[in-house]
């Protein structure tokens, strides 16, 4: 397992945006897939976005696609995601997720496949 912490969060206005960060712990940080996930009050766990490990690897939520970018800097064993665009209904708290995984693996959408998480970072839209 990877120690992950987030960052990055706050409060922002609708059409706002925000870059959430997930520093992990190891050096082996390329050898793990990310993701990241949300849940909202009194709402289940969702996935937002998630990251392969070769670049250019991704998957959105179809609520956030083309509003949000995932990236991933290996060197700095950092995650981002850029939300540009927020909605109301983007508040939440964001939680980074990691795996590892093979080179060629497809992105995972799927929580329960993640084995280390951060704490989370709070995001609220509001006016």
């Known amino acids: 397992q990877v120690q992950l912490l987030e960052s990055g969060g706050g409060l922002v206005q609708p059409g706002g945006s925000l870059t959430l960060s997930c520093t992990a712990s190891?050096?082996?940080?390329?050898?793990?897939?990310m993701g990241w996930f949300r849940r909202a009050p009194g709402q289940e766990r969702e996935f937002v976005a998630a990251?392969?490990?070769?670049?250019?690897?991704?998957a959105y939520a179809d609520s956030v696609k083309d509003r949000f970018i995932i990236s991933r800097d290996n060197d700095k064993t950092t995650l981002s995601l850029q939300m540009n665009n927020l909605k109301p209904e983007d508040t939440a708290v964001y939680y980074c997720?990691?795996?590892?995984?093979?080179?060629?693996?497809?992105?995972?959408?799927?929580?329960?496949?993640?084995?280390?998480w951060g704490q989370g970072t709070q995001v609220t839209v509001s006016s």
């Open positions: 997720a990691a795996k590892r995984a093979i080179l060629s693996a497809d992105p995972s959408r799927q929580a329960e496949s993640y084995d280390s």
């Open positions: 190891r050096r082996t940080f390329s050898n793990y897939a």
């Open positions: 990251h392969g490990r070769m670049r250019g690897n991704t």
